[in-house]
């Protein structure tokens, strides 16, 4: 089925929001097999909604619109709603229930503003919106649907997983679909299709691959449509194990939704290992990734980020011979800030990472981008040269990611 | 002048990209009095993308065109363009030659899907892209102008500074409009709107202020129209001393597309000071705030990550009878932190955190979003306990946003 997303809100058009929240729908909507067929964003003009909402009823059966809802800006939306199916507003006593308990557990006032959203196109159905004030709001007319929720993020997302999506499956019932993602590190995606080239050619019209890429990282996605679940599942198990024997082992970082930094912290409890983080050009980046995942404390002990020299011989003991004489970034002293970090940190693995990160700092020997890593234990140590070639930001996310690929793969190694 | 922006590839509707490209152009579009009124997203379907640049002209008299170009989907837009304005495809001799030299000199072959970006819509006028292959396309049709440009964010960045917008401004010209933006930490916006009540109320129609918030930081933008561009900027002045003077002086961060980063950085430089971080649950995100300031070397060395408790005693100092009579997030640990930063990275000025970032690890005492901040120098401390209530990410952005805050209010007050 085909669905037109309308997203409401001056922020969206002028520039001061960007559109997170249509990729995250259209994602979710990709997996209960309805198709986003076209978006249109517009402000909070009352005649251009009401044209915008009609406009996407004529293109789809589903129109999904957001933002517009909320105390301060509650009406236009709703408004637009009401004029394009010529109802009134109508006041929803179960909604005013619901807010009052919200506001008396918080110790907050009722509002003129608050109130005001309790009133509803009288052929509302109310959806539940347990993450905020602004309920949203599922409308049937002539085979059609369109629901309106809030442009929050994670309101949006509760209603969209609680609400929106189990009715939409069971309204339109649509072929059942599949899918599964391998996470891959390491290597571009160009060399990823080489090696998945005939598989992909020789894939049947109903099992799509999707390549999508990110900085270090490329995830694999695999999509079935088949009439019958079952068999979708089974192919889509075949094609799967197929894809993942065609790629190199270690290219290989993981499945589903699992991030780098997930798949890494895995592997250290797994191993029962403990690691600890150097860092300077990063300055930090790489132990804030490692420390994204919840319970990261199990494994992850800390990290030294020597951002001047001075800090590198003093915290980590790199010898000031090796600074002067080799340079902060170069192979010597990523080796030796992995030998301080083990010994400082008391730590069983630990990742070293030195370089330029930008925009000045360069030299014709050692451009900007010039980055060493390191990862070892108390037995070896591997390093590796990066050549990276982007901006600042962009050259430490480079770096980090790919250093936290190195601690996987020194994990797997050992 | 209206505007309305179209955007064209299936990978921006079922969310493998987001579209980030669209706040850009609009607030560039903004700075030269041109408003954004509307987008329309299509996928890569020839009839869907006529219907849609049809309906875009009747709604605006700029349709600025985004993606569908380039050497693997060159024709999509190019054919939607040509049938919309009932003209061929003819192939453009400087193009290509341009396109040779550039092949050439990057050691690369002519590919029969390069040369296809050659041809172009009969009534096309070129505008020449230096930063990649596909060119960009101007047409004017009935006092209307539809530009279409390539989807890769940096050529279409340089494209729209270097081509588009000049002529965009020759072309309509408008009532000149100037801005300004305040930067504003540590404060909501609606204690800042508080402040500002009057202000607002009392700005003639001509200027506009806006809200702009963001994580523990809200920019406040003023937007000021008038025929005579020098009574403009004479305006801007004006309003914006006054809306300052309104606010008390520290919430008052920077000025201009500063960040909060930034400021600080500035702050340290002017009063030759240096800092080092001392983090727990922020787990590096603070340090890596501060070395994403380019040139933030001069005045940052380091930080010490004690993710771990046996970190904080063996890095920083703290004592053990601290961690287990107080506990790790207490009061008297981020103290204790301060001076072992000072000591062990030998810094002016030293700033630490520790908290629970959550989703597990709270108490009833204690519940995910209790933070500990402190700042100090080798005389004075400042703590305060910060109580967030959000998820793990955001609880660690939140902390550290307001850390780098606390660290410019110290320095101000030294």
């Known amino acids: 089925v085909r669905v037109h997303i309308v997203t409401i809100g001056d922020e969206l058009l002028i520039g001061q929001v960007i559109d997170t929240n249509s990729a995250k729908m259209a994602q979710a909507l990709g997996d209960i097999g309805a198709q986003v067929t076209g978006r249109t964003a517009v ?196 094609k799967f194990q197929k894809m993942r024997s065609l790629l190199p082992e270690e290219v290989v970082a993981g499945a589903g939704d699992e991030s780098l930094e997930n798949a890494v912290g895995k592997l250290l409890e797994q191993r029962g290992l403990t690691l600890g983080t150097a860092e300077s050009c990063t300055g930090g980046y790489l132990a804030h990734l490692i420390t994204s995942v919840p319970g990261s404390s199990t494994y992850f002990r800390g990290s030294i980020v020597a951002y001047d020299n001075r800090i590198k011989s003093s915290q980590l003991g790199v010898q000031e011979r090796t600074l002067a004489e080799q340079g902060a970034v170069s192979e010597a002293t990523v080796k030796e800030m992995i030998e301080g970090a083990i010994a400082r940190l008391g730590v069983d693995v630990s990742v070293a990472i030195s370089g330029i990160a930008g925009p000045s700092g360069g030299t014709t020997e050692k451009p900007v981008g010039t980055i060493w890593i390191a990862v070892g234990d108390r037995k070896r140590v591997v390093t590796r040269l990066l050549r990276a070639n982007k901006d600042r930001l962009r050259n430490i996310q480079y770096a980090a990611f790919h250093a936290l690929n190195q601690v996987r793969l020194f994990i797997k190694q050992s």
Chains 1, 2 share one sequence.
């Open 43 to 238: 402000g909070d003009e009352h005649s251009r909604i009401v044209a915008a909402l009609r406009h996407a009823l004529s293109l789809a059966q589903i129109v999904l619109v957001t933002g517009g809802l909320g105390p301060t800006k509650d009406d236009i939306t709703k408004k637009g709603i009401a004029e394009l199916f010529g109802v009134e507003l109508r006041f929803d006593q179960p909604t005013y229930d619901r807010l009052e308990k919200m506001l008396s557990l918080a110790k907050r006032p009722m509002t003129d503003a608050l109130r005001s959203q309790c009133w509803m196109p009288a052929n509302a159905m109310i959806l539940t919106n347990e993450m905020g004030t602004a309920p949203g709001m599922w409308f049937e007319d002539q085979g059609r649907v369109l629901v309106s929720m809030p442009g929050v993020p994670f309101e949006l997302d509760y209603l969209m997983r609680h609400e929106v999506l189990p009715r939409l499956q069971q309204r339109f019932p649509s072929l059942p679909i599949v899918h599964h993602t391998l996470l891959t590190a390491g290597e571009g995606e160009s060399v990823l299709a080489e090696h998945l080239k005939e598989f992909e050619e020789a894939l049947p019209p109903n099992v799509k691959l999707a390549y999508l890429p990110a900085i270090a990282r490329v995830r694999l996605r695999l999509t079935v449509t088949d009439e019958d679940r079952n068999r979708a599942q089974r192919i889509l198990d075949e």
